[in-house]
């Protein structure tokens, strides 16, 4: 059946006609969609004004108006009709006597009428009582009528609208916020209201308000296909059920999937979640957009004023290399060049993450217009900057999301694609298993100071689900895939091995812990296999705790704890053994050896920077390039004495050096030639700029050295002048005391939060403790150090229990003042 032969049948037959020309058209294969609900929009309204002409007859100054869902033209086939008779305050009771014209005959087909009679001055009065009538009104469209009276009433609405928007998007803001808290997120509900929860068509709504308003904008690309699709499931859900419902029941999923010729419900429900995170995303930007819009004109009279009528310029902090602060956001520096960084979008991402900032929609778009796709394996910059950005907490979650929005995410991770917003069909799991990857992630950063290796264990605890993507055990699939992940992101062999267990694994201690008997030996030494080592069991113990609290409230209690605690002792005690000493002096290299030579001749510091590189890395399609950047190898030879750790670490510091990895120790000096000179092998990067010449970084350790240089007051001044931004609260510092760990030295072990200056403050406070310090072990694993200082008395000996506990607790103390 035609349009024409519809429209026919409602002039033909009145509401019957109307009637049955609708039920034919829900009935008609061939249209549906935004086709299906502009035909029953012009349907409805050529049987509306039918109706209003027949009742109005000589009436002036009335004109019916469709507002909401319908004056947008997206009637669904169950949807309320939302009408407003607008009239001129003529002849009241003519006016009432229209009204029941037209609502009558709706009734008696059995719509869902939401009805209202006003004139232009009640309606806008209306409108500025009630922000979801003046919602509504924003999409006022004529039907029939006096369409001047229309017409004016739109520019008048649209006119206070946009007057009265600093006052009333804060509000609509609110509103949408106390509606996502009530319904929940739409994106990861697996019985989900497709129009109240967060993401949904009411938020969609208020985008499109927003715009409205001239202040703010959503981003465009892919909102209006993320509302179509949602418009779609909510028809097929109508016609499915026959009810006016938006909640998207599990006993009706398979149902509407079938509708949609979809292949099930699990498919549908990624459709509704990919839509749902377009909007939910696009509803993030335009509110801080808004945010931002709001407050700068708060601010700016009185700028102004104190510029004496200049433009104020947005300050520009600089956070990592071509990588700024803006306005609250972090942006890309004006000399960035993504096309010839690879790295920028994961170090942009971590710079946001750890100043618990937003990333900008720009800067992310443009990242993704023209970044360089990262070489295999990746260089170690990148592989750091994704331990940073996974260990920075809660603000973790925005940023992936930014940088998912824009596809970045699957670009530098194509196993992703296969995780990415599937649906979890447990009552125990409350998100994606995409979502609980990075929930478990940012549970995992809280545990970063339990763990020998941080970075394991974050990256673990991204890929631990990864195989659910695929068929079969999700372990043994994610096993697979994550040993071509751990690869390609740079990991070694070993490293690669590791991480490979804890996925495969990652379920065998809490599983064994609650449904084994744990005094049965056998039970023990078959998880004892399986782990393998102390190392591996410490990263599975924190996995499986951070696993569980990420999957939902149901998952994880001291009950649980206390068991997979109770295995994992009884596991470490079968793993232990002798723990290695002491890590061996390495033979120093030539030129270590000439270094040493020199400080002892000179009786000063010496020094020496070399690049590092790797073997280029090979990208598809691309030929060979450069060897990649390490960071800068810096030597230096010191003679024995007091203070060279806070000394050299100071100096650093204050050069904005940040230390990936360092080791001290004493070197051995050819035959005949006297004295002791300690060895300091670091690796370093600039945070930001160049690097400092080797001559000022010997000239400053000097002074440091002979105490003219205060390096305490000089970053002091630096922090009190740029202070830097707290945007993550990460987990305390942990200071420990390594038991048995060596039979010559007694082994403090600190894991912290890495931050400009925390190895000075360390030095420094070791040497305040009197202690010697024989040999030192730096690691920066993201944003986690991980340290290792062996120290002695006066006399050369392991400290006593007692002593060695004092200093431990006393550094804690520091480091957490």
């Not at 945010?291 to 600089?318: F, H, I, T, W």
Request: glycine letters at 8%.
């Amino acid at each position: 059946m035609t349009s024409t032969d519809v429209h026919k049948d409602v002039e033909d037959s009145g509401p019957s006609g109307y009637a049955a020309a609708r039920l034919r058209l829900l009935q008609e294969g061939a249209r549906s969609g935004p086709p299906r609900r502009s035909a029953l929009s012009d349907l409805t309204d050529d049987w509306l004004s039918g109706l209003f002409t027949a009742g109005a007859e000589a009436l002036r100054g009335v004109s019916l108006i469709a507002v909401g869902g319908y004056g947008r033209g997206e009637l669904s086939p169950r949807s309320d009709l939302d009408l407003v008779l607008l009239h001129d305050g003529g002849d009241s009771g003519a006016v009432a006597a229209l009204a029941d014209r037209i609502w009558y005959p709706v009734w008696d087909l059995g719509l869902a009428l939401d009805h209202s009679v006003r004139t232009p001055a009640e309606a806008r009065k209306t409108a500025a009582e009630d922000l979801k009538v003046q919602l509504g009104l924003l999409d006022a469209r004529h039907i029939a009528g006096d369409l001047g009276l229309t017409a004016g009433l739109r520019t008048a609405v649209l006119a206070d609208w946009r007057n009265q928007a600093p006052k009333r998007l804060p509000e609509l803001q609110e509103l949408c916020a106390e509606r996502a808290e009530r319904q929940g997120e739409l994106q990861y509900l697996l019985e989900p209201d497709l129009k109240e929860a967060r993401g949904g068509l009411r938020d969609a709504t208020a985008l499109r308000a927003v715009a409205a308003s001239w202040l703010a904008d959503a981003p465009r690309e892919g909102l209006d296909d993320a509302r179509r699709r949602l418009l779609d499931v909510r028809d097929a859900l109508h016609l499915t059920t026959g009810r006016a419902t938006d909640r998207l029941a599990l006993q009706e999923q398979d149902q509407v999937a079938a509708e949609l010729g979809l292949l099930d419900a699990d498919t549908l429900l990624r459709q509704v979640y990919e839509a749902a995170r377009v909007i939910s995303y696009a509803s993030d930007v335009t509110w801080r957009e808004v945010g931002r819009v709001l407050r700068s004109r708060a601010v700016r009279p009185r700028l102004r004023a104190m510029l004496g009528g200049g433009k104020p310029v947005a300050e520009r902090s600089p956070l990592a290399e071509g990588v700024v602060e803006q306005d609250g956001e972090v942006v890309l520096a004006r000399a960035a060049r993504p096309d010839r960084d690879p790295v920028l979008p994961l170090r942009a991402a971590a710079a946001a993450a750890q100043a618990g900032l937003p990333l900008s929609l720009h800067a992310v778009r443009r990242m993704a217009a023209g970044v360089r796709p990262l070489p295999t394996p990746w260089p170690a910059e990148a592989r750091e900057q994704l331990v940073t950005l996974l260990g920075s907490g809660q603000p973790t979650i925005d940023v992936w999301e930014a940088l998912e929005a824009e596809g970045l995410i699957t670009r530098m991770l194509p196993d992703w694609e296969r995780v990415r917003c599937r649906p979890q069909r447990n009552a125990v799991h409350i998100w994606t298993v995409d979502r609980h990857l990075i929930e478990t992630a940012v549970r995992a950063s809280e545990f970063t100071r339990r763990v020998h290796r941080p970075d394991l264990l974050l990256v673990a605890a991204l890929l631990h689900d990864i195989g659910k993507g695929w068929p079969g055990d999700h372990s043994v699939a994610g096993e697979i895939i994550a040993k071509d992940v751990a690869a390609r992101i740079g990991f070694d062999r070993d490293d690669v091995a590791v991480l490979a267990t804890l996925v495969r694994h990652h379920l065998l201690l809490v599983d064994t812990a609650t449904r084994r008997d744990l005094e049965d030996p056998a039970t023990v030494r078959s998880v004892a296999e399986a782990v393998g080592s102390q190392g591996t069991l410490e990263l599975l113990h924190a996995l499986t705790e951070a696993d569980a609290l990420a999957t939902g409230p149901a998952a994880w209690s001291s009950w649980r704890g206390s068991l997979v605690a109770d295995l994992v002792k009884r596991v470490a005690a079968v793993l232990a053994g002798d723990d290695p000493d002491e890590p061996e002096a390495v033979a120093p290299t030539a030129e270590q050896e000439r270094l040493a030579i020199e400080a002892v001749a000179t009786g000063s510091p010496v020094l020496s920077l070399r690049a590092q590189t790797e073997p280029p890395a090979l990208t598809e399609g691309q030929p060979a390039g450069d060897p990649e950047p390490l960071g800068v190898e810096l030597l230096i030879a010191v003679p024995d004495q007091p203070r060279v750790l806070p000394a050299v670490a100071g100096v650093l510091a204050v050069h904005r050096l940040t230390v990936r990895t360092a080791e001290l120790r004493a070197l051995d000096l050819p035959d005949g030639v006297e004295g002791s000179v300690l060895l300091l092998n670091w690796r370093v990067a600039a945070q930001y700029g160049s690097l400092p010449q080797a001559a000022r970084l010997r000239a400053d350790l000097v002074r440091a050295l002979d105490g003219s240089l205060d390096v305490a007051g000089r970053l002091a001044e630096r922090d009190a002048a740029y202070p830097r931004r707290r945007g993550v609260i990460a987990p305390a510092a942990r200071v420990t005391v390594a038991p048995a760990a060596s039979r010559h030295a007694t082994v403090i072990e600190v894991r912290a939060q890495d931050a400009p200056g925390l190895l000075f403050r360390i030095g420094r406070a070791l040497e305040d403790a009197g202690v010697r310090m024989r040999s030192a072990h730096v690691s920066t694993l993201g944003a986690n150090a991980v340290d290792a200082f062996y120290v002695t008395d006066g006399k050369g000996a392991p400290l006593g229990a007692g002593e060695a506990a004092s200093v431990a607790r006393k550094l804690e103390e520091t480091l957490r003042g």
